[in-house]
């Protein structure tokens, strides 16, 4: 390895490589100075001894956290995804894989878009992006395509998400399959519209019918004085 053999005058005793944030770091301690030290490529950046445990429960609770997480959004019956501080998505659980029929690496960055109606497309993208700007909790509607080819109306939530430090992090958010509730909404608006429109039709057929009774009493008043 390129990067530990410039750094073997640490004379090492523990070797910790690991996946954090897509980029591979080595963890390193030494025995003979004392010092812990984690790097990426050939950029070193060493620590006293005395938060050597701290630091390797916080990477280790870092990759127990991922798994679980992972695990977790991977067992729900929601869609969850996940951006980061540049707007992009970076992650996307098996639900709405399963769902889109597209793999991980197709729904990264703004590839989830290419499913979007073109109807929604505009109204969906411009909703995310003021959301992230504003960094605030958002809800929207809009048809996704399942893998199948056919749109899918989606309820979708997203809500800021921030380190343990307290900084930006992205977003997170979850959708759920409402189709079924938007047509049902849509066979209730078509038989509110019939309805109505049954009830016109009958109001007017009633004002002819009091105007025809109306016209009669006058013949027969009429005809009763003379």
């Known amino acids: 390895n390129d990067t530990i053999g410039h750094n073997d005058k640490f004379n090492r005793i523990l070797t910790i490589p690991m996946v954090f944030n897509k980029k591979t770091w080595t963890l390193q301690f030494s025995q003979s100075i004392g010092q812990f030290s984690y790097f990426q490529s050939k950029a070193v950046i060493v620590f006293s001894s005395g938060i050597i445990i701290s630091l390797l429960l916080f990477f280790l609770s870092l990759s127990v956290f991922n798994k679980l997480f992972r695990g977790m959004a991977d067992s729900a019956p929601v869609f969850i995804w996940m951006s980061g501080e540049d707007a992009l998505y970076n992650y996307f659980n098996k639900p709405w894989l399963n769902f889109t029929g597209r793999t991980l690496e197709q ?120």
């Not at 009830?199 to 019918?209: D, G, H, I, Q």
Request: charged letters at 35%.
């Open 107 to 226: 729904e990264l960055g703004n590839g989830w878009s290419d499913g979007v109606h073109p109807d929604d497309l505009q109204n969906c993208l411009d909703s995310h992006l003021d959301a992230f700007k504003a960094r605030r909790f958002f809800k929207m509607e809009y048809r996704l395509r399942r893998f199948d080819g056919e749109y899918r109306w989606l309820l979708e939530t997203g809500t800021p998400r921030y380190n343990q430090f307290g900084v930006f992090a992205g977003f997170i958010g979850s959708g759920i399959d409402i189709t079924q509730r938007k047509k049902a909404e849509e066979e209730l608006r078509k038989y509110k519209e019939n309805l109505e429109e049954a009830v016109r039709y009958r109001t007017n057929e009633l004002a002819v019918k009091i105007k025809e009774l109306n016209e009669k009493a006058f013949l027969l008043e009429k005809t009763a004085k003379n």
